[in-house]
């Protein structure tokens, strides 16, 4: 722990206690290394905001920490096997029972991730409709849709009855585009719910941390993460989780890092290839407009207190600006721009 006489760290780590701290940033940014150095210094528990984080075995490729390396308590993680149904609305039920827990001991909370969604879905008064849901039949009719005829088929299908929604949702997003089917035959509008969504009060009071990182030392970061998956053995976790049967979840939209691999796999091809080499450029592509789409959506969010990369580049220099704005968020000062 860093020893600075700007910081009494006992007077603070005491405030903190039943307290909720939100962590977050885009991938490679180092929200994780922060929130559990902000952990160790307060006792503090982690819930997982990542909405990959959930499936048991994909381990490597979603850059969570090595359970042998976790020296904090994590929740949240590897709760489901990959392809079985999930929903943010359960994702709220069990991260805010955590929280609960967490507080309940007398605990700082530490809500750490980067589906913007899901930290907002824990913190924030958010109701969900019967339709996000699990066991949907809607929304197992969509699905199957989308993986019969493709997700650009069914994009172009939720364009003809409903422009305004498709033109906000990309069509690789499968799982958002069959939510506006989802509201549609409830006579909604994923659209106009977006537009309402922003004025969603707060429900558990949260000092949230950001890190900023320039876009370009981003990538960079990005490709070093991605060969360092390769060298801690991605491909192999990939055959593994096809042998043991969960295709399906592999193959999602969203499951950057595997879906890539699954047809080198399948086609025979190993980590020498040069089919092999190509997935992981592409790869490396789809984390970046990964984190692209994350800088957006947190760039909106007001509530941010940033800490530059830049500015505090070293581990040490983050968790030191860090106890300075809990600091100022107990006192009740005003927020840095």
């Known amino acids: ?54 499936y048991r075995g994909m381990d490597i490729g979603t850059a969570k920490t090595p359970l042998a390396q976790r020296d904090v308590a994590y929740h949240c993680l590897d709760i489901i096997d990959p392809g079985e149904p999930f929903s943010a609305a359960l994702f709220q039920q069990l991260s805010r029972a955590a929280i609960q827990d967490i507080n309940g001991r007398g605990k700082l909370a530490i809500v750490c991730g980067g589906t913007g969604f ?76 977006a537009r309402a969504f922003k004025g969603i009060p707060e ?11 320039e876009p370009e030392v981003l990538y960079e970061r990005i490709d070093r993460r991605v060969d360092r998956m390769v060298s801690e053995g991605l491909f192999a976790e990939v055959e593994s989780l096809l042998r043991e049967g969960f295709r399906q979840g592999l193959t999602a939209p969203q499951a950057i890092g595997y879906k890539e691999l699954v047809p080198v796999i399948d086609a025979g091809y190993g980590p020498d290839s040069p089919q092999f080499e ?31 990369d830049a500015t505090h580049p070293s581990d040490e220099e983050k968790l030191m600006e860090a106890y300075r704005i809990l600091g100022q968020w107990l006192e009740g000062g005003d927020r840095d721009e």
């Open 1 to 54: 722990m860093p020893s600075d006489p700007t910081f009494d760290i006992a007077t603070l780590s005491e405030a903190l206690r039943g307290r909720v701290v939100a962590v977050v940033g885009c991938t490679a940014s180092g929200k994780s290394a922060l929130a559990e150095a902000l952990a160790r210094t307060f006792d503090a528990e982690i819930v997982s905001a990542d909405s990959m984080q959930i």
């Open 118 to 193: 899901y930290v907002r879905a824990a913190l924030d008064d958010m109701d969900f409709p019967a339709g996000e849901q699990l066991d949907n039949p809607v929304r197992q009719q969509w699905s199957e849709y989308a993986r019969a005829h493709g997700a650009q088929a069914l994009h172009d299908l939720l364009a003809q009855r409903d422009p305004e929604s498709a033109s906000v949702i990309h069509p690789n997003n499968v799982k958002r585009v069959v939510r506006a089917f989802e509201l549609l035959e409830q006579g909604e509008s994923y659209a106009k719910q």
């Open 203 to 213: 429900l558990l009071p949260a000092c949230w941390i950001g890190i900023n990182v």
């Open 278 to 308: 190509g997935a992981i450029v592409a790869i490396k592509q789809a984390s970046r407009r990964y984190a692209k789409r994350q800088r957006s959506w947190f760039k909106a969010e007001s509530r941010i207190h940033w800490i530059d």
